[in-house]
Structure formats: C-alpha cells, structure tokens
C-alpha cells in the first residue's frame, strides 16, 4: 500500500547548519507517526518542511502521488494537509465560530464572494466540527478569550475542515497542563481514527508520545537516528544516550541548544 | 564622457543631505520603531535655522561655518525636546498613534515657519572659501559640490565610527536589533531614545543646512525632502545607515542623469527601480526583515461584529438628518455638508484598507486623486458627461489601486506603507509635470455636474445617496466572504496560507476595492469643486484621510464617519477664522493622541461598553 506522505532524503541547510540532513521516513495510512528529538534536532525545520512554510535544498515529499516539494503552504492545504501551529494561530478578529467558517469558505473556494453574509455559510458543519473538538458551547466567544487548550482544540477543529488525509501537529500539547495534554491527545486520536486521517506529530512530553503514536522516528542534529515501534524506540541504546548521555561518560558538550 | 562625469558628480552632490536626513529617519527608526513624519520638518527648519544665523537677521552674523553648525545643533536640541515632552508620553501608545503625532509636529511646524520667515523663497550666501567653480574636464563645476560629495563619505564614516567604537553605538545597535533585549539587560532606554532622537534631528538639520548656497530655502521642502527620504530608507533597508548611503547616491544619480536623458519620465525611471529592488528584496538593499506596524499593542482585540441596533440607529438617524438639511440649510451650509461626507466615504475606503484588510497606507490620497483627474480628463478630453466621467473617474481610482497595489502586497508593515506614500508622490508629480494632459498646476477647470445635478441641493443629495450607497456596500463586503479573507490575512498570515487562502491575491483585490471606493469619492470631489488640481493627490490629502480613520477609531466600524466629521468640520472652522489653521490642527491631533491613544470613537466605545457591563452585572 502506497503510504499517505513520502518523505526521502530531505536537507535544508542555514548559512553553515545543516538543519535537517538526510531525512527519509513515511507514514502509513491511519497512522500516527510521532517524530521526537532534543532542541535544535530539525523537528520544526522538518515540519516546516513539509508543509511548505519552507523550501528544501534537496530531497522530496510525496503525498500520495503528489510532489509537494516547492508549493506553497495554501495548495498543499488544498491536497489535504491540516496544520496545527506549535504557537497557535487564530483569527482574532473572528469569533470561534467564524474561525471555522472562514476554512470551511475556503475550502469551497468562496472566499471571492462580495455580498453574501459569512456568517450564514456553513453554519451547521463549523457547528458539528467545534461539537467534536467539546467546542460547541464556546463557538460565539471571542479567541482572545479562549484559554490557551480550547484555542488548541479550535486549531484542531480549524484542521479538520477541509476533510485533511494528514494532519501535522507542531507540538500539539505544548504549554498546557499535563492533564490537559493528555484529554487533548485522547480527542486527536480517537478523531482520526475514526476518520482515518494520518498523523505526523513533533512531542516533548514522552508520556503523550508513548501512549499514542503507533510508530516513532528520532532526529539528533538534523539526521534520523532511530525509527519504529514504540517499543523498539525506547529500547534503542542510541535513543537513550540522546535523551540520557550514554552511561559514564557526561552529555556531549557543544549540542546544539 | 566628461559630460557623463560631470554629471555624476553633480549626483553624488544632491546626494548628500538625502543621505543625511535619510539616515536620521532610519536611524530613529531602528531604535524608537518610530517612523518621524517631522523628519522633513528638522530638515526645514535646519535651513531656515542656517540662513537667519549666517546672515545674522537677528542677533549678530555668525558667520557661514559656524551658522551652519549652530543650525544644526538648535535642530538636535529640538530634537530632544520633543523627544522628551511629546515622543516619551506616547511610547505605550499603537504605533499608528505615533506617526499621527509626528504628523502633527509637521503642521505645527509648516505653520511656524511660514509665521517666522514668512512665504517667499530665502536664498542663502555662498560658503565662503568655497565660492566660484573649479575647472573639470573642461566643465565648470561648483567648488561648494565638491565639499558636499566629500560629506557623503565622512558622515558615514563618522556614524561608522559612532557604532562600531563607542560604548554608546553598541547600546544603539543591541537596542535596533531587540528592544527587549536591551531592556532587559539593564539599558536605559529613556536617555538611548532621547539621544537617538537629538542625533537623527542634528543630521536632519545639517543636511538641511549645508544645502543652503545650493538652492533656495522654501516652505514646502519638509514634504519634499520626507517623501525622498522614505524612497531612499525603502530601498536602502529600514534601520541600515550603509543602505540608505547606497540608496541616496542611486535615486540622486537617477535624478541627474534622468533629468538630462528623459526629463519627462525622471520620476517613472526611480519608481522602476524602486519596484525591481522591492519585487527581488522586499526588505530593501540592505534592510532585515521587515517590521510590522501594530494598530493595538498588546491589547485584547475584540471580533469585528455587524454593528448593533443602537449603531445602526444613529447611522440611520444621521442619513435620515441629512436627508432633511436642505430645508434648513443654506447653500454654503450644504456645500460644507457635501465635502464633509465625501471625506466621510474618503476615510471609510481608507479604513477598510487599514483596519479590515490590515494594510496601512500613507497614500491613500493616490486613489482619490486618480478618481478626481479620471472624472476631469474625461470631461476635458472627451467632453463626456458627468455620468460616464464619474464611472471612468472609478474605473482610473481602481486601475491604479491595481498597479500600486501589485507591488505593494509584496510588502507589509511600514514598507508596504512608505510604498504607498511613494506611488502617491508619483501620481501627484505626473499630474503636476504632464501640463499637455493634466494641465500641471494650472489644474483642470470647468468640472462641473450634469444639469440635473447642478443645484447644490441637487448635489447635496447625489452625494449623500452615493456615500450611503457605498457605505453600505463595503460594510456587506466586510462581514461577506471576502471581507472575512482580508481579515484572516491581516490576523494571521501564517494561518490563512495553512487554510488556503492566497494572501497576496486577497489582498491584491482589497487593494482595488479600498481604491475603488476611494475614487467614488474623489469624483465627487471633482464635480463639488467644478476643478481638479494637483493638490487632490499631494501628501496631506493622504494624511487627513488616517487623521481621520485614527481619530474615529481604526477598529470601529464606524469610527471614520465621527473622525471625518469631526476633522473636516474642525480645518473648515478653523480655516474659516484663521490662516494658521495648521497650527491649531497640529495641537489639536498631539492633544487628542496624547489625551485618547484609543481615538475618539474608541475611547467612547469602551467607556461605554465597561459602563454596559457594569450596568449588566450589578443587580
């Protein structure tokens, strides 16, 4: 079976670093592929990568049959790609419903239109998608209201609306609580499989990693150290000096930070 | 060929006190994020400063030399001046805020000096030592050029020095790349701002200064010299005192050399090179990346919402008294009227550009003008009637919107701003020097309406439909698709392209829409005036319309009505009791920035809606 993102010897250099080197992973269909690392490991750079917010100096990505290397962020939207953003990013002006709105007018390709109210446009499916995130009771609020895990969770309802095959999360649990972290994940999880929808996610907190991605990479320093089943990842002795310095001997010094 | 190299002496000559006030502005810039409209007005007053204490009107003669210091220093100590009593209140305060007050110091100064040295052109002495020409290359060349090309290089050598070896140039070069930063480990700001500020103004007031014996002092060279100088810091790079090095000595040899090679097409040829630099680095030559202008710092921003029934209202109050005037007033009283909504409709187009669409323009008044010439050359040219002169009065408005517009989506924040200032100059300069079509200065007369339209009363009500109508249907386009695209493009550009929206090409389209609009009413103008002159595209056009759209309130819908008519019936009183209505205007808007950071509507609106709360939550 063809998976649902290809990504083969991916490279991005800045001046003198080499972000990320040489990457090639992919990820199944229904999957969720959580790629893990320490600071400065080319998560970020890698996921920029991918959806296109960078260009790579080499390697591709596939979608499917679709090169993606080279599009902009917005047609790779429009291939089925939902983005969550590390920092969230919402529309302030807008209330939570209308955040929704406003991805589902695009999706239809309205957002030309000059005299209808936009409000009165797809009402019913922002409503169900806000009712799936546990969203619906806040949908007439400002954003700049929201606590900072509901404006995750409209990210995630603002992710679903153009029906994505993949999703990619920047750290989608980040700067929230630890019980939060976990509720949020267990929302994701149980979405996407019920809509078959892949995930590639980057993670800090292990306990989410381990307890929700089906499959595991490892970057360090911008290459791909490990790969697999959680399992395997844990018990990798490459993976455990990374995160713990190999036994004896201190960190190395000069990691990045 | 000695031809050429005179000529490009002669550039590298007028480049000088470009780069000097040029690099003021940008230094200012980088430290305080202040974009100092009163930049031009330092310039000004350098050599008003310069020709009174050389020639020694009053006091004793200084002397050439020591004038032109002592010009330069009152300009710096100026500078801190204002620094300390206006800019330091005001640092809290929206971005957009600051340059309103800047710009208040401009009509306070315009004002002042016409009040001191009067209207008439002042012609400095020559420098002495420096009189006559030396021979070069067979051509006779000012000795006095030959000092200011050496200026050039030994200012920037000197500023070189100032920031690479002194404890103080570090301070200002930490405090250009992070604010915060500096802040944070432990630098003064108060005393780096103010000293910034004292050097930019001296360098302001030396170029102004040292270009005494080389043309006359006049009251209208702080616009000049501000525009120029936002082209060369847009081209050399915000915050970079090399870029705008660089940049002063291209656009002062595209000058020289375009004025003898195609005189007509000058401003085109710098335009173009503008545009090149722009499209291949959109942060200018040597510029980092560009910096946003914030409408509301850290402030909670409420959604946009359709307006209340308690708004919409007092709008329709309003139109509904308006509709009744006729029977009171006289015909001033409805011409008043008439020009006060077109700016009504003016400022509404200019804050669906800025507040909706998230693009803050500096030449808003390039739309209005385009609008006003595009009515009256048809009516010139074609001898059409009012009907079809207003549609090809939009149609121009709006084919221009799409010209500048194109390039200026390419940019955001104040490069995007300092764009549209730029094309504004340059539609102002056509319209000025193109005499066998616009007339030049001599303006386009015999605008007049329809005969059915003629009546003022007639007008009056033409008006009011018409900027009712448009009110209407730009409102219907905010809260439409559309509208809901420009905003998520102004929100979060980051997230409009993960959603798929084109935010160049949203953009783009608001661009033309806002330029439309804008023309509607510079069509209007046109026939209330009965004539178009250059004047309908200069730079105050543009800056009254965002005294407006800032006063009503950028994020209320209904801000730029109140702003409008407050501002337009304030300069008509004014103008009306006294000559130096700029003056009174120029206090007013530094009172009401520093009185209502929020503008008029804005502050209202929250007192109002804190009162509703309390009202709501108490039992």
Same mark, same amino acid.
């Given at each position: 079976m063809t998976p649902v993102l290809s990504v083969e010897g991916l490279s991005k250099r800045f001046g003198g670093v080499t972000a990320v080197d040489d990457v090639s992973f992919s990820v199944a269909a229904g999957e969720l592929l959580a790629m893990i690392g320490p600071n400065g490991a080319g998560k970020s750079t890698c996921f920029n990568l991918v959806g296109g917010q960078l260009k790579p100096d080499r390697g591709r990505v596939r979608l499917f049959d679709h090169d993606l290397v080279g599009l902009p962020p917005r047609r790779i939207w429009r291939f089925g790609v939902g983005r969550t953003f590390q920092i969230t990013a919402v529309f302030q002006s807008m209330t939570v419903v209308e955040n929704v709105q406003m991805a589902l007018i695009s999706g239809r390709r309205r957002i030309g239109a000059l005299w209808p109210k936009a409000s009165h446009l797809y009402v019913d499916e922002a409503l169900e998608l806000l009712s799936r995130?546990?969203?619906?009771?806040?949908?007439?609020?400002?954003?700049?209201?929201?606590?900072?895990?509901?404006?995750?969770?409209?990210?995630?309802?603002?992710?679903?609306?153009?029906?994505?095959?993949?999703?990619?999360?920047?750290?989608?649990?980040?700067?929230?609580?630890?019980?939060?972290?976990?509720?949020?994940?267990?929302?994701?999880?149980?979405?996407?499989?019920?809509?078959?929808?892949?995930?590639?996610?980057?993670?800090?907190?292990?306990?989410?990693?381990?307890?929700?991605?089906?499959?595991i990479i490892v970057l360090n320093r911008g290459r791909l150290v490990a790969a697999g089943v959680p399992a395997a990842v844990r018990a990798d002795p490459s993976v455990q000096e990374i995160y713990l310095g190999s036994a004896g001997t201190p960190a190395p010094s000069g990691s990045p930070a | 060929m000695a031809f050429v190299v005179i000529q490009f002496l002669n550039g590298l000559a007028s480049a000088a006190d470009l780069f000097l006030v040029s690099a003021g502005l940008s230094i200012i810039f980088g430290v305080t994020r202040i974009v100092n409209f009163a930049h031009g007005s330092f310039y000004m007053l350098g050599a008003y400063l310069a020709f009174t204490l050389v020639e020694g009107v009053v006091g004793p003669a200084l002397g050439f030399w020591p004038g032109i210091v002592a010009a330069a220093v009152a300009v710096a100590i100026l500078g801190g001046l204002l620094e300390v009593t206006l800019l330091r209140r005001i640092y809290q305060a929206p971005e957009l805020f600051q340059l309103l007050a800047t710009f208040g110091v401009v009509l306070i100064v315009q004002d002042l000096v016409l009040l001191v040295w009067g209207p008439e052109d002042r012609i400095g002495p020559r420098a002495p030592g420096l009189e006559g020409a030396v021979s070069l290359l067979g051509h006779q060349f000012p000795r006095y050029d030959l000092f200011l090309i050496a200026l050039g290089p030994i200012v920037l050598g000197a500023l070189?020095?100032?920031?690479?070896?002194?404890?103080?140039?570090?301070?200002?070069?930490?405090?250009?790349?992070?604010?915060?930063?500096?802040?944070?480990?432990?630098?003064?700001?108060?005393?780096?701002?103010?000293?910034?500020?004292?050097?930019?103004?001296?360098?302001?007031?030396?170029?102004?200064?040292?270009?005494?014996?080389?043309?006359?002092?006049?009251?209208?060279?702080?616009?000049?010299?501000?525009?120029?100088?936002?082209?060369?810091?847009?081209?050399?790079?915000?915050?970079?005192?090399?870029?705008?090095?660089?940049?002063?000595?291209?656009?002062?040899?595209?000058?020289?050399?375009?004025?003898?090679?195609?005189?007509?097409?000058?401003?085109?040829?710098?335009?173009?090179?503008?545009?090149?630099?722009?499209?291949?680095?959109?942060?200018?030559?040597?510029?980092?990346?560009?910096?946003?202008?914030?409408?509301?710092?850290?402030?909670a921003e409420p959604p946009i919402t359709p307006q209340s029934e308690a708004a919409r209202n007092w709008v329709f109050a309003g139109v509904l008294g308006l509709a009744v005037l006729p029977v009171v007033a006289d015909a001033y009283v409805l011409s008043v009227a008439t020009e006060i909504?077109?700016?009504?409709?003016?400022?509404?187009?200019?804050?669906?550009?800025?507040?909706?669409? $998230?693009?803050?323009?500096? $030449?808003?008044?390039?739309?209005?003008?385009?609008?006003?010439?595009?009515?009256?050359?048809?009516?010139?040219?074609?001898?059409?009637?009012?009907?079809?002169?207003?549609?090809?009065?939009?149609?121009?408005?709006?084919?221009?919107?799409?010209?500048?517009?194109?390039?200026?989506?390419?940019?955001?924040?104040? %490069?995007?701003?300092?764009?549209?200032?730029?094309?504004?100059?340059?539609?102002?300069?056509?319209?000025?020097?193109?005499? $066998?079509?616009?007339?030049?200065?001599?303006?386009?007369?015999?605008?007049?309406?329809?005969?059915?339209?003629?009546?003022?009363?007639?007008?009056?009500?033409?008006?009011?439909?018409?900027?009712?109508?448009?009110?209407?249907?730009?409102?219907?386009?905010?809260?439409?698709?559309?509208?809901?695209?420009?905003?998520?493009?102004?929100?979060?550009?980051?997230?409009?392209?993960?959603?798929?929206?084109?935010?160049?090409?949203?953009?783009?389209?608001?661009?033309?829409?806002?330029?439309?609009?804008?023309?509607?009413?510079?069509?209007?103008?046109?026939?209330?005036?009965?004539?178009?002159?250059?004047?309908?595209?200069?730079?105050?056009?543009?800056?009254?319309?965002?005294?407006?759209?800032?006063?009503?309130?950028?994020?209320?819908?209904?801000?730029?009505?109140?702003?409008?008519?407050? %501002?337009?019936?304030?300069?008509?009183?004014?103008?009306?009791?006294?000559?130096?209505?700029?003056?009174?205007?120029?206090?007013?808007?530094?009172?009401?920035?520093?009185?209502?950071?929020?503008?008029?509507?804005?502050?209202?609106?929250t007192r109002l809606d804190a009162l509703l709360v309390q009202r709501r939550n108490s039992p």
């Amino acid at each position: 079976m063809t998976p649902v993102l290809s990504v083969e010897g991916l490279s991005k250099r800045f001046g003198g670093v080499t972000a990320v080197d040489d990457v090639s992973f992919s990820v199944a269909a229904g999957e969720l592929l959580a790629m893990i690392g320490p600071n400065g490991a080319g998560k970020s750079t890698c996921f920029n990568l991918v959806g296109g917010q960078l260009k790579p100096d080499r390697g591709r990505v596939r979608l499917f049959d679709h090169d993606l290397v080279g599009l902009p962020p917005r047609r790779i939207w429009r291939f089925g790609v939902g983005r969550t953003f590390q920092i969230t990013a919402v529309f302030q002006s807008m209330t939570v419903v209308e955040n929704v709105q406003m991805a589902l007018i695009s999706g239809r390709r309205r957002i030309g239109a000059l005299w209808p109210k936009a409000s009165h446009l797809y009402v019913d499916e922002a409503l169900e998608l806000l009712s799936r995130v546990g969203m619906l009771d806040q949908a007439d609020r400002a954003c700049s209201v929201l606590a900072y895990g509901d404006l995750k969770r409209l990210e995630l309802a603002v992710a679903l609306a153009n029906a994505p095959k993949l999703l990619l999360m920047d750290e989608p649990t980040a700067g929230m609580a630890p019980a939060e972290r976990i509720e949020l994940m267990q929302l994701t999880s149980s979405i996407v499989r019920e809509r078959g929808i892949s995930v590639l996610f980057t993670e800090h907190d292990m306990d989410v990693v381990f307890a929700h991605a089906n499959r595991i990479i490892v970057l360090n320093r911008g290459r791909l150290v490990a790969a697999g089943v959680p399992a395997a990842v844990r018990a990798d002795p490459s993976v455990q000096e990374i995160y713990l310095g190999s036994a004896g001997t201190p960190a190395p010094s000069g990691s990045p930070a | 060929m000695a031809f050429v190299v005179i000529q490009f002496l002669n550039g590298l000559a007028s480049a000088a006190d470009l780069f000097l006030v040029s690099a003021g502005l940008s230094i200012i810039f980088g430290v305080t994020r202040i974009v100092n409209f009163a930049h031009g007005s330092f310039y000004m007053l350098g050599a008003y400063l310069a020709f009174t204490l050389v020639e020694g009107v009053v006091g004793p003669a200084l002397g050439f030399w020591p004038g032109i210091v002592a010009a330069a220093v009152a300009v710096a100590i100026l500078g801190g001046l204002l620094e300390v009593t206006l800019l330091r209140r005001i640092y809290q305060a929206p971005e957009l805020f600051q340059l309103l007050a800047t710009f208040g110091v401009v009509l306070i100064v315009q004002d002042l000096v016409l009040l001191v040295w009067g209207p008439e052109d002042r012609i400095g002495p020559r420098a002495p030592g420096l009189e006559g020409a030396v021979s070069l290359l067979g051509h006779q060349f000012p000795r006095y050029d030959l000092f200011l090309i050496a200026l050039g290089p030994i200012v920037l050598g000197a500023l070189f020095l100032l920031f690479r070896r002194t404890r103080w140039g570090i301070l200002v070069r930490a405090a250009t790349q992070d604010r915060e930063m500096a802040a944070a480990l432990g630098v003064n700001e108060r005393w780096l701002f103010t000293s910034v500020f004292v050097l930019g103004a001296f360098l302001a007031g030396l170029g102004g200064a040292v270009q005494l014996p080389r043309e006359a002092v006049h009251h209208t060279m702080d616009l000049e010299i501000i525009v120029e100088a936002f082209v060369v810091v847009v081209i050399g790079g915000l915050g970079s005192v090399t870029g705008a090095f660089l940049a002063s000595i291209i656009l002062a040899e595209l000058n020289a050399f375009g004025i003898v090679i195609f005189p007509e097409v000058t401003l085109v040829l710098v335009f173009l090179v503008m545009a090149v630099v722009l499209v291949i680095r959109p942060t200018g030559l040597l510029g980092r990346p560009e910096f946003a202008i914030r409408a509301a710092s850290g402030v909670a921003e409420p959604p946009i919402t359709p307006q209340s029934e308690a708004a919409r209202n007092w709008v329709f109050a309003g139109v509904l008294g308006l509709a009744v005037l006729p029977v009171v007033a006289d015909a001033y009283v409805l011409s008043v009227a008439t020009e006060i909504m077109i700016f009504v409709l003016f400022a509404i187009s200019l804050q669906f550009l800025m507040g909706i669409s $998230g693009m803050v323009s500096f $030449g808003h008044a390039a739309s209005f003008g385009l609008g006003a010439y595009g009515a009256a050359l048809m009516i010139k040219h074609a001898g059409a009637p009012m009907e079809l002169a207003f549609l090809a009065g939009i149609g121009l408005a709006a084919l221009g919107a799409l010209v500048i517009g194109w390039f200026c989506v390419r940019l955001t924040g104040v %490069y995007l701003a300092m764009l549209t200032l730029a094309f504004a100059q340059i539609a102002w300069s056509v319209a000025f020097q193109w005499y $066998g079509v616009t007339g030049g200065d001599n303006g386009i007369l015999g605008v007049w309406p329809a005969a059915w339209a003629a009546s003022p009363i007639v007008f009056f009500y033409l008006t009011l439909a018409v900027t009712t109508l448009a009110l209407v249907i730009l409102r219907r386009i905010i809260f439409a698709p559309f509208g809901f695209g420009l905003r998520a493009c102004r929100d979060s550009v980051l997230r409009a392209e993960a959603i798929g929206i084109d935010r160049r090409q949203v953009q783009w389209l608001g661009f033309a829409v806002a330029g439309a609009f804008a023309g509607v009413a510079g069509a209007l103008y046109a026939f209330l005036k009965g004539s178009v002159f250059p004047d309908v595209l200069a730079v105050p056009v543009s800056v009254d319309g965002l005294v407006m759209v800032l006063l009503g309130g950028i994020q209320r819908l209904n801000g730029p009505i109140v702003g409008a008519l407050v %501002y337009k019936l304030l300069q008509i009183v004014l103008a009306s009791y006294t000559d130096y209505w700029r003056l009174v205007i120029g206090v007013i808007i530094i009172g009401l920035v520093v009185a209502f950071p929020q503008g008029i509507v804005g502050f209202f609106g929250t007192r109002l809606d804190a009162l509703l709360v309390q009202r709501r939550n108490s039992p």
